[in-house]
Protein backbone atom coordinates (compact mmCIF):
# COMPACT_ATOMS: atom_id res chain seq x y z
CA UNK A 1 0.00 0.00 0.00
CA UNK A 2 0.97 3.71 -0.84
CA UNK A 3 1.29 5.59 2.38
CA UNK A 4 2.56 9.24 2.04
CA UNK A 5 3.21 10.90 5.68
CA UNK A 6 4.03 14.19 6.30
CA UNK A 7 4.64 16.20 9.96
CA UNK A 8 0.84 16.31 10.26
CA UNK A 9 -0.90 14.17 7.67
CA UNK A 10 -1.03 10.69 6.62
CA UNK A 11 -2.15 9.83 3.23
CA UNK A 12 -3.56 6.75 2.17
CA UNK A 13 -5.18 5.12 -1.02
CA UNK A 14 -9.19 4.77 -0.91
CA UNK A 15 -10.25 1.63 0.37
CA UNK A 16 -13.70 0.09 0.30
CA UNK A 17 -14.55 1.59 4.01
CA UNK A 18 -14.21 4.79 3.48
CA UNK A 19 -16.97 5.01 1.41
CA UNK A 20 -18.90 7.06 4.12
CA UNK A 21 -16.03 9.34 4.07
CA UNK A 22 -16.47 9.81 0.53
CA UNK A 23 -20.19 10.93 0.99
CA UNK A 24 -19.84 12.99 4.19
CA UNK A 25 -17.31 15.16 2.51
CA UNK A 26 -18.63 15.27 -1.25
CA UNK A 27 -22.31 15.98 0.81
CA UNK A 28 -21.00 19.03 2.57
CA UNK A 29 -22.71 21.94 0.43
CA UNK A 30 -20.34 24.44 2.43
CA UNK A 31 -16.95 22.29 0.90
CA UNK A 32 -18.78 21.58 -2.61
CA UNK A 33 -19.40 25.60 -2.90
CA UNK A 34 -15.69 25.40 -4.28
CA UNK A 35 -16.16 22.91 -6.50
CA UNK A 36 -16.88 23.14 -10.36
CA UNK A 37 -20.67 22.45 -9.77
CA UNK A 38 -21.03 24.41 -6.71
CA UNK A 39 -23.19 22.17 -5.06
CA UNK A 40 -22.86 18.71 -2.91
CA UNK A 41 -23.26 15.15 -4.04
CA UNK A 42 -26.22 13.02 -3.45
CA UNK A 43 -25.25 9.66 -1.20
CA UNK A 44 -25.98 8.07 -4.77
CA UNK A 45 -23.43 10.19 -6.37
CA UNK A 46 -20.77 10.25 -3.95
CA UNK A 47 -20.95 6.42 -4.29
CA UNK A 48 -19.98 6.08 -7.52
CA UNK A 49 -17.11 8.93 -7.18
CA UNK A 50 -16.07 6.18 -4.19
CA UNK A 51 -16.48 3.44 -6.71
CA UNK A 52 -14.62 5.47 -9.03
CA UNK A 53 -11.44 6.32 -6.89
CA UNK A 54 -11.49 2.68 -5.85
CA UNK A 55 -10.93 1.61 -9.53
CA UNK A 56 -8.88 4.45 -10.88
CA UNK A 57 -6.01 2.67 -7.98
CA UNK A 58 -6.86 -0.82 -9.13
CA UNK A 59 -6.11 0.68 -12.74
CA UNK A 60 -3.55 2.77 -12.70
CA UNK A 61 -1.63 1.95 -9.39
CA UNK A 62 -2.27 6.08 -8.13
CA UNK A 63 -5.19 7.89 -7.29
CA UNK A 64 -6.93 9.75 -4.64
CA UNK A 65 -5.57 9.50 -1.37
CA UNK A 66 -7.70 9.73 2.14
CA UNK A 67 -6.05 12.56 4.43
CA UNK A 68 -5.45 11.78 7.86
CA UNK A 69 -4.49 14.26 10.83
CA UNK A 70 -1.55 13.29 12.49
CA UNK A 71 -2.75 14.27 15.93
CA UNK A 72 -5.44 12.76 16.22
CA UNK A 73 -6.23 10.30 13.28
CA UNK A 74 -9.11 11.92 12.21
CA UNK A 75 -10.30 11.80 8.27
CA UNK A 76 -10.10 15.61 7.63
CA UNK A 77 -10.32 15.35 3.42
CA UNK A 78 -8.93 13.73 0.71
CA UNK A 79 -6.43 14.33 -2.18
CA UNK A 80 -4.43 13.00 -5.34
CA UNK A 81 -4.10 12.96 -8.91
CA UNK A 82 -6.11 10.50 -11.07
CA UNK A 83 -7.26 9.72 -15.02
CA UNK A 84 -10.81 9.98 -14.24
CA UNK A 85 -12.37 8.63 -16.79
CA UNK A 86 -14.34 10.99 -18.33
CA UNK A 87 -11.92 13.99 -18.87
CA UNK A 88 -8.33 13.45 -20.70
CA UNK A 89 -5.08 13.23 -19.14
CA UNK A 90 -4.85 13.14 -15.18
CA UNK A 91 -6.07 15.79 -12.90
CA UNK A 92 -5.61 16.66 -9.65
CA UNK A 93 -8.50 16.84 -6.61
CA UNK A 94 -7.86 18.24 -2.85
CA UNK A 95 -10.89 18.74 -0.89
CA UNK A 96 -10.89 19.28 3.12
CA UNK A 97 -14.03 19.74 5.38
CA UNK A 98 -14.11 23.44 6.38
CA UNK A 99 -12.83 23.45 10.04
CA UNK A 100 -9.51 21.92 8.54
CA UNK A 101 -9.49 25.35 6.39
CA UNK A 102 -6.66 27.54 7.36
CA UNK A 103 -4.64 25.94 8.79
CA UNK A 104 -2.36 25.01 5.81
CA UNK A 105 -3.35 21.02 5.49
CA UNK A 106 -4.11 22.24 1.78
CA UNK A 107 -1.23 23.12 0.71
CA UNK A 108 0.65 20.53 2.67
CA UNK A 109 -1.40 17.38 1.66
CA UNK A 110 -1.31 19.17 -1.95
CA UNK A 111 2.73 19.53 -2.03
CA UNK A 112 3.21 15.94 -0.75
CA UNK A 113 0.49 14.01 -3.04
CA UNK A 114 2.20 16.05 -5.83
CA UNK A 115 6.29 15.24 -4.73
CA UNK A 116 4.86 11.46 -4.52
CA UNK A 117 3.47 11.62 -7.79
CA UNK A 118 6.35 12.97 -9.76
CA UNK A 119 9.00 10.67 -7.55
CA UNK A 120 6.85 7.13 -8.51
CA UNK A 121 4.95 7.65 -11.01
CA UNK A 122 5.31 7.70 -15.13
CA UNK A 123 2.93 11.04 -14.75
CA UNK A 124 4.60 14.15 -16.08
CA UNK A 125 2.12 16.60 -16.19
CA UNK A 126 -1.58 16.90 -14.59
CA UNK A 127 -4.00 19.83 -14.51
CA UNK A 128 -6.55 21.27 -11.82
CA UNK A 129 -9.45 23.28 -11.92
CA UNK A 130 -10.88 25.68 -8.95
CA UNK A 131 -13.38 28.60 -9.12
CA UNK A 132 -11.44 32.44 -9.11
CA UNK A 133 -12.36 33.53 -5.80
CA UNK A 134 -11.54 30.28 -4.46
CA UNK A 135 -7.52 32.28 -3.53
CA UNK A 136 -6.52 29.58 -1.54
CA UNK A 137 -6.91 27.23 -4.28
CA UNK A 138 -5.38 29.47 -6.58
CA UNK A 139 -2.73 30.37 -4.56
CA UNK A 140 -2.25 26.62 -3.52
CA UNK A 141 -1.54 25.73 -7.13
CA UNK A 142 0.50 28.86 -8.00
CA UNK A 143 3.13 27.44 -5.37
CA UNK A 144 2.94 24.31 -6.53
CA UNK A 145 3.91 25.65 -10.19
CA UNK A 146 0.61 25.32 -11.80
CA UNK A 147 -0.13 27.85 -14.45
CA UNK A 148 -3.53 28.89 -15.64
CA UNK A 149 -4.22 27.43 -19.26
CA UNK A 150 -7.98 28.37 -19.18
CA UNK A 151 -10.00 31.22 -17.66
CA UNK A 152 -13.58 29.86 -18.33
CA UNK A 153 -12.56 26.10 -18.49
CA UNK A 154 -15.96 24.32 -19.91
CA UNK A 155 -17.28 27.34 -21.06
CA UNK A 156 -18.00 28.50 -16.94
CA UNK A 157 -16.26 32.26 -16.56
CA UNK A 158 -14.41 32.13 -13.80
CA UNK A 159 -13.61 28.41 -13.96
CA UNK A 160 -9.73 28.35 -14.04
CA UNK A 161 -7.90 25.37 -15.43
CA UNK A 162 -4.00 25.46 -14.17
CA UNK A 163 -1.52 22.71 -15.60
CA UNK A 164 2.04 21.52 -14.28
CA UNK A 165 4.57 19.40 -15.45
CA UNK A 166 7.10 17.44 -13.55
CA UNK A 167 9.98 19.86 -14.74
CA UNK A 168 7.71 22.85 -13.82
CA UNK A 169 7.54 21.08 -10.23
CA UNK A 170 11.01 20.83 -10.05
CA UNK A 171 11.99 24.12 -11.26
CA UNK A 172 9.93 26.07 -7.92
CA UNK A 173 12.03 28.13 -6.25
CA UNK A 174 14.41 26.38 -3.55
CA UNK A 175 12.29 25.98 -0.14
CA UNK A 176 8.64 25.84 -2.16
CA UNK A 177 7.59 23.14 -0.03
CA UNK A 178 8.88 24.66 2.97
CA UNK A 179 6.10 27.87 2.23
CA UNK A 180 3.76 25.27 1.31
CA UNK A 181 3.51 23.19 4.55
CA UNK A 182 3.74 26.63 6.88
CA UNK A 183 1.50 28.59 4.79
CA UNK A 184 -1.63 29.19 6.86
CA UNK A 185 -3.88 31.35 4.27
CA UNK A 186 -5.13 27.92 2.57
Known amino acids: MHIIQTSRLILTPYAEADRAHVVALHGDPVVMDYMKDSRPLTEAEATQEHARYLHAWARDGFGIFTVRNCADDQLIGEC ?17 FQEYWGQGFGSEMA ?13 TSFWAVTQARNKASVALLRRLGAVVTETAHMGKDGLWRFDITRDAWQARPAGAEDQENADPTD
Open 111 to 123: AAATAWLFKTTHV
Open 80 to 96: GCWLRGDKPGVSMRYLL
